[in-house]
């Protein structure tokens, strides 16, 4: 058999040259303070690996609840910046992402706050959507540790420990007479197992929180007006008004964000809906609270309060809440810890990398003033 002839060798024509896209610019603007404390060199190296990162410090404030600064200098600096990012990081010392801002930057897909208290601190959110531009904010870095600090204050609370704990350190000596703990709250309503917990807010912390009292077979009532209804079924929890929260609980647990809506939401009228023997909890803000109405109730004794927050803040020195036996206070300590601080912009950094990637985020910002 005659092998076949070989084939001539044919030459490939040369490939077009392709240009790659450009990687994509991420720019990241806040103060010294904040990227020495938040930022860690493994969270840097995970947003190198999708994208160029140019930072802009600035000199404000450092703390989330100051108002960014508003100098036509700065927010100028700001505006240049971002011509050419597609993604653009906030935090402490920034100015406010306003429309004139977001129209300086075409190609922008995202804009994020890391500590914007999730209600947009320095995000114009609705100015954002109207230009397709995702808003978020990673400030549910802390909700772990707060959702932690408010099971622990629940459980104090039902203990009475904090009425117990003062007795112990002005140096009295606890039931001599044991038939007398009989009385103390803390032997009637000690127990979180099987009691009725209500919720006020489903945001991050009332979710984490959710899942730690999953152990304990509590049943949940919870009032959030923008809450999915799905979340009843989710977690097997009774959504309900706020009066059917107060009214129905052993133990009540405010988390409402400060609104121009939730300010004072817990006035007189809602105190006296609590149960003789309840337990408040609160984490969120102190305003939510009416102050001096509260301080009423608490007065009569037949409540116990444990607070990480109150107004006003910080508590001043012999403010009449301090000595009242049963009120546990800590100094807003809920959301501080070392292992939550890297999360803020940890979290961020993966909301960049999906929306880089054509995913939606996870984490959208809502409007300071929700309708």
Do not use: Q
Request: proline fraction near 10%.
């Amino acid at each position: 058999m005659t092998p076949p002839p070989p084939r001539p060798h044919v030459t490939p024509p040369p490939r077009p040259h392709v240009t790659p896209p450009p990687r994509p610019r991420v720019g990241v603007a806040c103060n010294r303070a904040t990227r020495e404390r938040f930022v860690t060199e493994a969270a840097l190296a995970r947003l190198a690996g999708v994208a160029d990162v140019a930072w802009l410090e600035f000199d404000g404030p450092d703390r989330s609840t100051a108002p960014p600064p508003t100098d036509p200098a700065t927010v100028a600096r700001l505006t240049a910046f971002v011509a050419d990012l597609d993604a653009l990081v906030v935090s402490h010392g920034c100015p406010r992402v306003t429309d004139e801002v977001l129209a300086a930057a075409p190609r922008l897909r995202l804009v994020g706050d890391t500590h914007g208290d999730r209600f947009a601190h320095r995000v114009d959110v609705a100015a954002a959507r109207a230009r397709g531009v995702w808003a978020v904010d990673t400030t549910n870095g802390s909700s772990d540790p707060v959702a932690e600090w408010a099971l622990a204050l629940m459980l104090v609370g039902l203990r009475n420990a904090g009425a117990l704990f003062r007795r112990l350190v002005a140096d009295e000596v606890l039931w001599p007479d044991r038939g007398v703990f009989l009385d103390d709250p803390g032997y009637r309503n000690g127990e979180l197992t099987g009691r009725t917990v209500g919720i006020i807010a489903l945001g991050h912390i009332g979710r984490r929180l959710l899942e730690l009292l999953a152990p304990f077979h509590v049943n949940v009532l919870a009032h959030d007006p923008y809450a999915p209804r799905v979340l009843a079924d989710v977690y097997d929890l009774t959504l309900t008004s706020l009066d059917g929260v107060l009214s129905g609980s052993d133990v009540v647990v405010c988390l409402a964000p400060l609104t121009s809506a939730t300010r004072g939401l817990l006035g007189a009228r809602e105190i006296a809906l609590l149960r003789p023997g309840a337990v408040f909890v609160n984490v969120s803000r102190g305003a939510v609270v009416d102050s001096a109405a509260f301080l009423d109730r608490l007065a009569t004794g037949d409540i116990v309060a444990c607070l990480d927050v109150f107004d006003p803040e910080p508590i001043p020195a012999g403010h009449p809440v301090r000595a009242l036996p049963n009120v546990f206070l800590s100094p807003h300590i809920a959301g501080v810890t070392a292992a939550s601080e890297p999360r803020f912009f940890d979290l961020m950094v993966d909301e960049v990398i999906r929306v880089i990637r054509g995913h939606h985020p996870r984490h959208e910002l809502v409007p300071r003033e929700p309708d």
